[in-house]
């Protein structure tokens, strides 16, 4: 055996320790009432033979399960650092080598490290690299660097259940692992006294997205006109990390203007950064291509806007529109979004708007220029076929469709595939296509009622535009002289363009 009297417990890299994290619960916003079970595991740290005299059990090993960025290191921190104990970090894919004995040998000292300076925090991040469920059937495989590390992990990973297993009451020791894939973890490692609490990190709703923002904040000089809640709430699905690269992309930008404080704007232009990626120069349409893309882009926000002044819609303002080709898009709208509960049970006349809106860049185009349409709508009518299909399939909302004796081939996503953002976010992503039974007369069915529920609402939206004909010309103008137009713009167009204005303007 060559490894025979080689000394692994020294072996680099070493877990990395930090006498006083200096980080506290302060610093760490919008996880809700996580933090009270967090607490309670500071308060262990701080006298734990108080929690011993009591004949309390001291939690063995914390799992704190979340998507990435949510703030699972960070809250491993915030403990070590308001219970002033050190900190030993180290990842789960530091563990995992093909040496023999080098991933066993690193969680001992590890944890020797750890009980020597108790009390203490391990912090092991992404466990689920080093305790991935064991997959038996693969043992058999012929390939021998593969088995080998295989069998490496399970070393290492039996080792940590022996560390585990080992922790006995009063040892002033807390073990937190972090994963975002619960699903991947060795069943063994879940079982009772291995660990025993598991605390779920959320991604944050928009309150604490507005924490989150208010905390990173304090480290920036911001101008008082930005509206932080705006941006809470405009951005759902943005996890802590993403709102802390928010505000120091925000600082950058106003560096580089010469503002001496980050203005709304410089806010604005780090989201578009964030989101579409930095302006583009010397990228130019031509005239044509800019007439298109403003005419489907100006389609789109001005139904929005129509709806909600006629029929009373339930829709998202558009905040501005613009034709400066960023990132990979050429030119974009942005909506202002609602509050989170308008999206928690939206009915059917919200659906059919929203259709409605994803068909009016093609229902401009054709108002402004025939059958003379473009390629600059497609993607639009992309999402809208989308989106009728999924009206009439998986939310049943035309006439209830009754499929005798086949499954719903639209079922609701399993536990666990993939980070469920608690509806914020995704805004219909918690169904999903899984393997539909092939049932032809169905999808036959299905096609036909989505392409007629298209006709429809396209046929609407067409009417809608040439009755505001003057008012869609004047907004696409607009829009071509300025590159960009605000929502309040667009009202004001609205306001003096009244229906069925005669208009000589061409673009
Ligand atoms: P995770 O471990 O869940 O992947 P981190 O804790 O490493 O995420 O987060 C990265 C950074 O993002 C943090 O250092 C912090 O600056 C910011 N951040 C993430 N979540 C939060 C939060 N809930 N509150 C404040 N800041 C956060």
């Given at each position: 055996d060559i490894w025979q009297g080689i000394e692994f417990s020294q072996s680099k890299p070493q877990?990395?320790?930090?006498?006083?994290?200096?980080?506290?619960?302060?610093?760490?916003?919008?996880?809700?009432?996580?933090?009270?079970?967090?607490?309670?595991?500071?308060?262990?740290?701080?006298?734990?033979?108080?929690?011993?005299?009591?004949?309390?059990?001291?939690?063995?090993?914390?799992?704190?399960?979340g998507p990435p960025g949510c703030g699972k290191t960070l809250v491993a921190?915030?403990?070590?650092?308001?219970?002033?104990?050190?900190?030993?970090?180290?990842?789960?894919?530091?563990?995992?080598?093909?040496?023999?004995?080098?991933?066993?040998?690193?969680?001992?000292?590890?944890?020797?490290?750890?009980?020597?300076?108790?009390?203490?925090?391990?912090?092991?991040d992404e466990i689920d690299a080093?305790?991935?469920?064991?997959?038996?059937?693969f043992r058999e495989s012929s390939d021998q660097l593969y088995n080998a590390a295989t069998q490496e992990r399970e070393t290492t990973l039996n080792q940590l259940l022996i560390e585990l297993d080992g922790f006995d009451t009063g040892k002033g020791v807390i073990f937190l692992g972090a994963t975002n894939r619960r699903d991947l973890l060795d069943p063994a490692l879940l079982r009772p006294g291995r660990f025993d609490r598991k605390i779920r990190i959320r991604p944050p709703n928009a309150k604490g997205r507005l924490d989150i923002l208010k905390v990173h904040a304090r480290k920036v000089k911001l101008s008082d006109t930005v509206d932080l809640s705006s941006y809470a709430n405009n951005l759902p699905g943005w996890s802590g990390a993403k709102l802390a690269q928010l505000l120091q992309e925000a600082a950058l930008v106003a560096v580089r203007k010469s503002h001496s404080a980050i203005l709304q704007s410089d806010m604005d232009d780090a989201v578009d950064r964030l989101t579409v990626g930095p302006k583009r120069v010397g990228i130019d349409l031509g005239h044509q291509g800019q007439c298109r893309r403003a005419?489907?882009?100006?389609?789109?926000a001005l139904t929005s806007h129509l709806l909600m002044r006629l029929e009373n819609a339930k829709l998202e303002r558009c905040d501005r529109v613009s034709i400066h080709p960023r990132g990979q898009t050429l030119s974009q709208v942005v909506f202002h979004r609602l509050d989170d509960e308008s999206y928690m049970f939206e009915r059917r006349p919200q659906l059919l708007h929203r259709l409605q809106v994803f068909l009016g860049g093609r229902a401009a185009e054709e108002v402004i220029y025939g059958r003379d349409t473009s390629q600059a709508s497609v993607s639009y009518l992309a999402d809208a076929s989308w989106l009728a299909r999924k009206i009439i399939t998986v939310w049943n909302m035309e006439n209830p469709m009754v499929v005798h004796g086949e499954p719903s081939p639209w079922r609701k996503k399993p536990k666990f595939v993939g980070p469920r953002l608690d509806f914020e976010g995704s805004l219909y992503d918690d169904y999903d296509l899984i393997e539909p039974p092939v049932n032809f007369k169905m999808d036959d069915e299905?096609?036909?009622?989505?392409?007629e529920l298209m006709r429809d609402m396209y046929g609407k939206t067409v009417a809608l535009?040439?009755?505001h004909n003057a008012a869609l010309l004047k907004t696409v103008k607009v829009l071509l002289n300025q590159k960009e137009i605000t929502g309040e713009e667009i009202d004001f167009i609205l306001d003096n363009y009244p229906p069925e204005t005669p208009t000589s303007l061409v673009l």
């Amino acid at each position: 055996d060559i490894w025979q009297g080689i000394e692994f417990s020294q072996s680099k890299p070493q877990a990395r320790v930090d006498g006083s994290t200096g980080v506290m619960f302060s610093d760490v916003a919008g996880i809700g009432e996580a933090v009270d079970e967090l607490q309670e595991l500071v308060r262990y740290l701080k006298n734990p033979e108080l929690f011993d005299k009591m004949g309390i059990k001291p939690p063995h090993g914390v799992l704190l399960e979340g998507p990435p960025g949510c703030g699972k290191t960070l809250v491993a921190k915030a403990i070590a650092g308001e219970a002033g104990v050190p900190f030993y970090q180290m990842a789960g894919s530091e563990f995992v080598e093909v040496l023999v004995g080098v991933g066993s040998a690193r969680i001992r000292d590890l944890f020797k490290r750890a009980k020597v300076n108790k009390p203490s925090v391990i912090f092991i991040d992404e466990i689920d690299a080093l305790a991935t469920r064991r997959q038996g059937i693969f043992r058999e495989s012929s390939d021998q660097l593969y088995n080998a590390a295989t069998q490496e992990r399970e070393t290492t990973l039996n080792q940590l259940l022996i560390e585990l297993d080992g922790f006995d009451t009063g040892k002033g020791v807390i073990f937190l692992g972090a994963t975002n894939r619960r699903d991947l973890l060795d069943p063994a490692l879940l079982r009772p006294g291995r660990f025993d609490r598991k605390i779920r990190i959320r991604p944050p709703n928009a309150k604490g997205r507005l924490d989150i923002l208010k905390v990173h904040a304090r480290k920036v000089k911001l101008s008082d006109t930005v509206d932080l809640s705006s941006y809470a709430n405009n951005l759902p699905g943005w996890s802590g990390a993403k709102l802390a690269q928010l505000l120091q992309e925000a600082a950058l930008v106003a560096v580089r203007k010469s503002h001496s404080a980050i203005l709304q704007s410089d806010m604005d232009d780090a989201v578009d950064r964030l989101t579409v990626g930095p302006k583009r120069v010397g990228i130019d349409l031509g005239h044509q291509g800019q007439c298109r893309r403003a005419t489907t882009e100006v389609g789109t926000a001005l139904t929005s806007h129509l709806l909600m002044r006629l029929e009373n819609a339930k829709l998202e303002r558009c905040d501005r529109v613009s034709i400066h080709p960023r990132g990979q898009t050429l030119s974009q709208v942005v909506f202002h979004r609602l509050d989170d509960e308008s999206y928690m049970f939206e009915r059917r006349p919200q659906l059919l708007h929203r259709l409605q809106v994803f068909l009016g860049g093609r229902a401009a185009e054709e108002v402004i220029y025939g059958r003379d349409t473009s390629q600059a709508s497609v993607s639009y009518l992309a999402d809208a076929s989308w989106l009728a299909r999924k009206i009439i399939t998986v939310w049943n909302m035309e006439n209830p469709m009754v499929v005798h004796g086949e499954p719903s081939p639209w079922r609701k996503k399993p536990k666990f595939v993939g980070p469920r953002l608690d509806f914020e976010g995704s805004l219909y992503d918690d169904y999903d296509l899984i393997e539909p039974p092939v049932n032809f007369k169905m999808d036959d069915e299905i096609a036909r009622r989505t392409e007629e529920l298209m006709r429809d609402m396209y046929g609407k939206t067409v009417a809608l535009l040439r009755q505001h004909n003057a008012a869609l010309l004047k907004t696409v103008k607009v829009l071509l002289n300025q590159k960009e137009i605000t929502g309040e713009e667009i009202d004001f167009i609205l306001d003096n363009y009244p229906p069925e204005t005669p208009t000589s303007l061409v673009l």
